[in-house]
């Protein structure tokens, strides 16, 4: 067992199938990211204690919070947890600072209004004590939440979608506001969201989830450029992912790809002629500017036709259908770079697929899922 | 103007709505967050007597509160007494024919009161009980006004089954309403008249208390 802050481990078949296992330290930020119906919410209400689970284990600290075979069940009364819901779940005939002075289980009624409005001071609120929820914005009624959440003294800060409510630009600042916040408390933080960017501005480290299962947990570069599987990848909208097989050419080991013999940085330690998929991330594929050649384009370069050329504000998307491989790649180019460099639908185009970034998965093959 | 009978009614009244408001309290609650088998059946027993006409609940009653039956007896067993033709067998009558008023606007006040909110009372720490008191009851407060103003009014009201199960005793069960049947018979047209205004009056304000509220109640809606 180790030492993290906050140990889950779920397996549960109906009516939500789960087998989750997690980790997370005190101070840092889990995400728990997937496609709607994963799961995530789940995974947090059975931590809070309101959903059951078949088998269950969850410590947080000393405590045990659940011990299906031990018996051991908490009621949420009894598991420090600050819950932030989806739609705050504010109550609405409380004001702000009562929703919180509620929350605040001991102390005279006077030290806990104290307290409350040193937390909503803390979340930028004072002066709006005494409105009700209806009363405040969508970004105010998320801070009261949070606070709420911290009102406890919690142990544990679950977040379930705390931004998917509120405009972009009140997003924006309320995930700074949080960033900033979590430097100040030194409890294990998990975030639910289904939005990417979100969690890898957030989080250290993010877990994929998918059909209740949780797939891979890492930090944000891992996940990018090393994901677990193709399945993963496809979770984290990666779209080079391709199958090829691991062989020995010119003395080396290779990675066959169609006709192309890819070089590899590190050796895979697999059988030759093992079937593998293999993923390489964006960042990795180096377009070859026009006319300017450079040293990086010797490393596994690839030809091809522009097939799709979408502008996407800075960036544009291009897909190259290979000439040695009946795959295409997708790589992301900033605009003024594909203008200068004539991508258009028709197009030659040749890239380097750079060593260090391509990321051999299993070897499943592309199936797997 | 039988004041004899409208403070009959006032008792009656204050008796039914004391003793069905926790009732309605229990039973609106249980129904608005319970899901099982046969809930409509529980739901449509609630609201019979809303559609059987009150000669027919009155017959139910009067038959099961006669001393050969199993609720008679016990009532006799207990205080000694009948049930029909006595004050607490008119007040045990209005609990029955009242329980939809009772019942129903609680039921729908809990069930707009979301999930989501008890389970952020318990993730605050606030225990089952407390969570009653300090969020779900303030909550659902509009809905139990209007199930104590319907019930009191309803029983003032109330004229067939009274009737049926209590019969016309000055003092023990004539009420304001079989005062204004019993006038009416005896051509005192005037005494007739004041107690019918005096009902319309008291009714008119009551529904105009449950509709003020009604309409309160959807700007404070919970989100």
């Known amino acids: 067992m180790s030492a993290s802050a906050l140990v889950v481990e779920l ?104 307290q409350a409005r040193e937390l909503l001071a803390r979340v930028r609120l004072e002066g709006l004590e005494d409105r009700l929820p209806r009363q405040l914005s969508g970004g105010q009624q998320q801070r009261v939440a949070v606070a709420r959440a911290l009102a406890r003294g ?27 916040l979590r430097r100040s408390i030194r409890i294990p933080i998990i975030l639910v969201t289904h939005d990417l960017q979100e969690a890898v501005r957030l989080a250290d480290r993010i877990c994929v989830l998918h059909n209740g299962r949780s797939l891979q947990t ?33 003395g080396a080991e290779r990675l066959a790809w169609g006709a ?29 500017r026009r006319g300017r050649p450079s040293l990086g384009e010797r490393e596994n370069p690839v030809h091809g036709t522009v097939a799709e050329c979408v502008p996407l504000g800075a960036q544009t998307s ?33 890239v380097s697929l750079l060593r260090k970034g391509i990321h051999i998965m299993d070897t499943a093959g592309p199936g797997d899922g | 103007m039988d004041w004899t009978a409208f403070r009959l009614s006032l008792e009656l009244a204050a008796w039914t709505t004391s003793i069905l408001i926790p009732i309605g309290l229990l039973v609106g609650r249980w129904l608005a967050y ?34 050969d039956m199993p609720v008679g007896q016990l009532w006799q067993s207990l205080t000694g007494d009948g049930l029909n033709f006595s004050f607490a067998g008119i007040v045990l009558a209005s609990i029955i024919f009242n329980l939809p008023f009772a019942i129903q606007p609680v039921q729908r006040a809990f069930e707009t009161v979301p ?84 009902l319309l009056l008291v009714s008119f304000v009551a529904i105009a208390i449950v509709y003020g509220l009604a309409g309160r109640r959807k700007v404070v809606s919970v989100r």
């Open chain 1, 11 to 114: 397996q549960a078949g109906r009516p939500i199938p789960l087998d989750v296992h997690l980790q997370v330290d005190s101070g840092e930020l889990l995400a728990l990211v997937g496609p709607s119906g994963s799961g995530k919410s789940t995974v947090l209400r059975a931590i809070a204690g309101l959903h059951r689970t078949r088998t269950g284990f969850v410590r947080c600290g000393a405590e045990t919070w659940l011990c299906t075979q031990r018996g051991i069940r908490l009621r949420p009364q009894q598991r420090r947890v600050g819950l932030v819901f989806q739609d705050y779940a504010l109550f609405p005939h409380l004001s702000a600072l009562d929703n919180l002075v509620l929350a605040i289980d001991s102390g005279s009624l006077r030290w806990r209004r104290e």
């Open chain 1, 318 to 350: 291009v897909t190259l259908r290979c000439r040695h491989t009946d795959d295409s790649l997708r790589l992301n180019v900033a605009t003024h770079a594909a203008q200068r460099n004539g991508l258009e639908p028709g197009a030659e185009a040749a």
């Open chain 1, 154 to 180: 919690p142990r544990v800060l679950l977040l379930d979608e705390p931004f998917s409510a509120v405009d972009m630009m009140t997003r924006e600042r309320l995930q700074r506001e949080l960033a900033l």
């Open chain 2, 34 to 67: 319970s899901r099982f088998r046969g809930r409509g059946f529980v739901e449509a027993a609630i609201a019979l007597p809303l559609v059987l006409p009150p000669t027919v609940l009155g017959y139910y009653l009067l038959v099961s509160f006669s001393t």
């Open chain 1, 260 to 288: 192309l013999r890819l070089e590899l940085e590190k050796p895979t330690h697999l059988p030759h002629g093992t079937t593998v998929s293999w993923y390489i991330p964006d960042s990795d594929i180096v377009l070859h």
């Open chain 2, 115 to 198: 999930m989501h909110l008890r389970e952020a009372a318990w993730c605050s720490g606030l225990s089952g009980w407390r969570t009653f008191w300090r969020i779900e009851l303030p909550l659902v407060w509009p809905g139990v006004i209007s199930a104590f103003v319907l019930t009191f009014v309803h029983t003032i009201g109330e004229f067939g089954v009274v009737l049926m199960v209590g019969g016309a005793i000055d003092g023990e069960t004539k009420t304001v309403a079989i005062a204004i049947y019993d006038r009416v018979q005896a051509f005192d047209d005037e005494a007739a008249g004041a107690m019918s205004l005096l």
């Open chain 1, 218 to 250: 890492g930090t944000p570069d891992t996940l990018f450029r090393q994901p677990a599987s193709p399945h993963v990848a496809r979770l984290l909208g990666r779209h080079n992912v391709f199958t090829g097989s691991v062989v020995r050419a010119d």
